[in-house]
């Protein structure tokens, strides 16, 4: 048996669970209202105040979705109630980020500045010139947003210029040497 798996799921004050007969999975909270679909090799219900997730056989499969499937309902309830976060720094001269209305707009070495519309769920904050947090209750959609805005310009790998993640660690690569 799963370890992660067999582990309930405590339901925090304030937030309303609903599974419905085809395992569609309904998370409300103060931070907003999650959806998701789950397999039905595995089975999901609510046990005095708390969320259970089973599976019904033991096949692979079934194994590998029953711990994976209690991490994404968990992270669906700490999403609605705490919310996630990524943050994002640039790095380089004449790098800088803004926002305008929805949009955050990247001066990072191009042509032009890069736009990136601010998708539903998710809110993008930029503090300085230098450093952008994205945040929204899902934590998929939070980290894919942070993924696409870090891919406009991923750190180089001899100066360190770009767009990394706030703790990242690039390592530098020795620039080329003359002839001896």
């Known amino acids: 048996m799963s370890r992660i ?9 304030g937030v309303e669970v609903k599974v419905s007969p085809d395992n ?7 931070k907003g209202t999650l959806e998701k679909k789950f397999p039905p090799i595995v089975n ?14 033991d096949d692979k499969e079934e194994r590998a979705m029953h711990g994976t499937t209690r991490a994404i309902i968990a992270n669906m309830v700490k999403g609605v109630t705490q919310g996630f976060e990524k943050t994002l720094e640039i790095v380089g001269i004449g790098y800088r980020a803004a926002k305008q209305g929805k949009k955050l707009v990247l001066n990072v070495g191009y042509s032009h500045p890069v736009e ?9 904050v930029v503090e300085g ?6 945040r ?25 210029k770009g767009i990394r993640y706030a703790g990242e660690v690039v390592r530098l690569k020795e620039g080329k040497t003359g002839k001896k």
């Not at 569609?24 to 103060?30: D, F, R, W, Y």
């Not at 010139?129 to 994205?134: C, D, G, L, P, S």
């Open 116 to 124: 990136i519309e601010e998708e539903p769920g998710i809110e993008i």
């Open 5 to 13: 798996g067999r582990l309930p799921i405590e339901i925090p004050k």
């Open 136 to 160: 929204g209750a899902d934590k998929e959609k939070v980290g894919q947003v942070a993924a696409n805005i870090r891919r406009v310009r991923e750190p180089d790998a001899y100066q360190g």
């Open 24 to 30: 569609v999975i309904t998370v409300k909270g103060t």
């Open 44 to 57: 999901i219900e609510i046990k005095d105040n708390q969320l259970i997730v089973t599976r019904n056989g």
């Open 129 to 134: 010139n230098n450093k952008i947090i994205v």
